[in-house]
T-cell receptor
């Protein structure tokens, strides 16, 4: 059973399009994250979200928006895609509340987005 | 401004020997540190972590050392195996107010030669 899954694994699209990447975790975690790994291989936090709070990295353009239909899912919507959005996007989860706190984050396999 | 630095982009070690990966940080608010291992085309995999109240944590062949005064941590792998060849990321977090967001270093590519 995959703990954190993402779809699609690869996404090729043209500038100006709107696209979504889905993320699901079956670990029972309460907090989910989106990270971006750019061409320089830096992994940078974009969003963190639990049922109480969304924290947005101030450098993330508002064309990017997370949507959470329930605790197990955090999807990433991207509007008006630009060439610079090409990167690998990783979803992750952890458990920061409740009787068992798991600080470590568990990552999905990544989605390679290519904007042409 | 890089808050977490891994100054060695690559490291090559002979099988059976010790691998030492280093990481420095600048933010004194960090209170939890983690090491992740990443294979190509896969997501980072959690390896080992350490709280700022400790100076050492060991898990099998992997040991992480934390020197808070020097703002430095290291990952020791003994003995190194060819399957350990991967990119290793150091990460840090200041949980209060950050919801556990991790700040990553740029990674060190470890090659273990048979």
């Amino acid at each position: 059973d995959t703990a954190v899954s993402q779809t699609p694994k690869y996404l090729v699209t043209q500038m100006g399009n709107d696209k979504s990447i889905k993320c699901e975790q079956n670990l029972g975690h309460d907090t989910m994250y989106w990270y971006k790994q750019d061409s320089k291989k830096f992994l940078k936090i974009m969003f963190s979200y639990n049922n109480k709070e969304l924290i947005i990295n101030e450098t993330v353009p508002n064309r990017f928006s997370p949507k959470s239909p329930d605790k197990a899912h955090l999807n990433l919507h991207i509007n008006s895609l630009e060439l610079g959005d090409s990167a690998v996007y990783f979803c992750a989860s952890s458990s920061l509340a409740g009787s068992v706190i798991i600080y470590e984050q568990y990552f999905g396999p990544g989605t390679r987005l290519t904007v042409t | 401004d890089q808050q977490v630095k891994q100054n060695s982009p690559s490291l090559s070690v002979q099988e059976g020997r010790i691998s030492i990966l280093n990481c420095d940080y600048t933010n004194s608010m960090f209170d939890y540190f983690l090491w992740y291992k990443k294979y190509p085309a896969e997501g980072p995999t959690f390896l080992i972590s350490i709280s700022s109240i400790k100076d050492k944590n060991e898990d099998g062949r992997f040991t992480v050392f934390l020197n808070k005064s020097a703002k430095h941590l290291s990952l020791h792998i003994v003995p190194s195996q060819p399957g350990d060849s991967a990119v290793y990321f150091c990460a840090a977090s200041a949980y209060k107010g950050s919801q556990g967001n991790l700040i990553f270093g740029k990674g060190t590519k470890l090659s273990v030669k048979p």
